[in-house]
């Protein structure tokens, strides 16, 4: 792929690297730009200055929401290598989300290509302090002018980047969540497995309800009998019961996570059962009340694992491993993250090498 390059002339003054950078607070210096239209495919990627883009009033993407999006990092080893993590899996993500929203999709080599010039263009962003990271978001979005229902006849795919500081600043620590029983976020046949703005939107209904209560996140039951266990605002949920890791299967109503995908190997590479199955509310309050259920903890690309000590539902509270992050919880945690920034041996072959800019 050709790509344009335009450096910034004026280059921002970078946040300090330590944990104050929180998560989304700074973008780099430039951003990626590509646009599609019938005739022409994808076309014109480019690499300019990071900053506020022009769109007509009437591009479809803000009155019928098409859009996707993914999240990955980067990481700076010891030894100045950049590391991405298993980049062809959002890649093709991406093609199943825009597939689902009837928009044109951007093929694996582009996607891949794009991002690793963007961040090697970009390199001095990436923070080295410990459990920071470069966080990348790619994302593509209707622009045909038109206000009528249909697949817009063109689209722009663009990359922005943003140092992130350790999502916990005070290391991994749980987080209590809300069983949602009255909103639902996904129903067979709909966009639950793809990554989509809009199915964003439909959900912050209930996180302000779950905050309002005191709760980080909400957990969410499927949408037709609101009695199976799905998943975690922006992560997959699993749930270590009797000595087995239990998560809900990918079909159709979760989305399939990337980290997810990752657990379920390393989990399974130390022989620790795992189930892909429907886990019904009551089993796991029962899990929970006969402590049976030893831990449960989110997955998902910004936090990495995120303990669960705490649920709500319908008004009855259990307390998971005495609040306090599990054994097996921090194992994942650890093996995860050490691969992810180069620590550590990398026997999954996860890791892709970022070429350097020249
Ligand atoms: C992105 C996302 C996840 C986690 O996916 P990762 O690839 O592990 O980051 C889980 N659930 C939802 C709803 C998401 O949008």
């Known amino acids: 792929m050709e790509i344009r390059y335009e450096k910034t002339l004026n280059p921002k ?53 098409q859009e996707t999006f993914e999240g990955l990092k980067a990481y700076k080893t010891r030894d100045g290598k950049v590391l991405l993590f298993r980049p062809e899996m959002n890649a093709r993500r991406l093609i199943n989300s825009n597939k689902r929203l009837c928009m044109a999709e951007v093929p694996e080599e582009i996607f891949v290509e794009a991002v690793e010039k963007l961040v090697a263009f970009d390199e001095d962003w990436i923070p080295t302090a410990p459990g920071t990271s470069l966080y990348i978001r790619p994302f593509v979005f209707a622009t045909e002018a038109a206000v009528g229902v249909h697949p817009s006849t063109s689209y722009r795919f663009m990359i922005v980047l943003s140092p992130v500081g350790a999502y916990y600043p005070e290391g991994v620590n749980p987080v209590k969540i809300y069983v949602e029983d009255e909103y639902v976020r996904a129903t067979k046949g709909g966009t639950g497995f793809a990554k989509c703005g809009g199915n964003y939107a439909a959900s912050i209904a209930a996180q302000v309800k779950a905050q309002k209560l005191g709760y980080t996140q909400v957990l969410w039951l499927d949408g037709v009998h609101r009695k199976y266990v799905e998943e975690v605002g922006t992560m997959n949920a699993m749930f270590y019961i009797n000595g087995k890791v239990v998560t809900a299967p990918c079909d159709g109503t979760v989305l399939p996570g990337v980290t997810r995908d990752s657990v379920i190997q390393l989990l399974r ?33 910004a936090a990495v694992i995120s303990p669960i000590g705490e649920l709500c539902y319908k008004g009855e509270v259990v307390t998971i491993n005495d609040f306090k992050t599990g054994a097996l919880t921090q194992r994942i945690y650890d093996t995860l993250t050490a691969i992810q920034c180069g620590e550590d041996e990398d026997p999954f072959n996860w890791t892709y090498e970022v070429a350097k800019a020249n």
Not at 292 to 300: D, M, P, S, V, Y
């Open 269 to 301: 590479s130390w022989n620790i059962p795992v189930e892909e199955r429907y886990l019904s509310i009551d089993e796991l309050m029962e899990a929970a009340q006969s402590n049976t259920l030893q831990e449960a903890f989110g997955t998902g690309t």
């Open 13 to 65: 003054q970078k946040p300090s690297w330590d944990d104050a950078l929180g998560f989304g607070k700074y973008y780099t210096d430039h951003m990626f730009m590509m646009d599609w239209a019938q005739d022409k495919g994808w076309h014109d990627a480019r690499i300019v200055p990071y900053g506020p883009i022009t769109m007509d009033p009437a591009a479809m993407v803000l009155h019928y929401a």
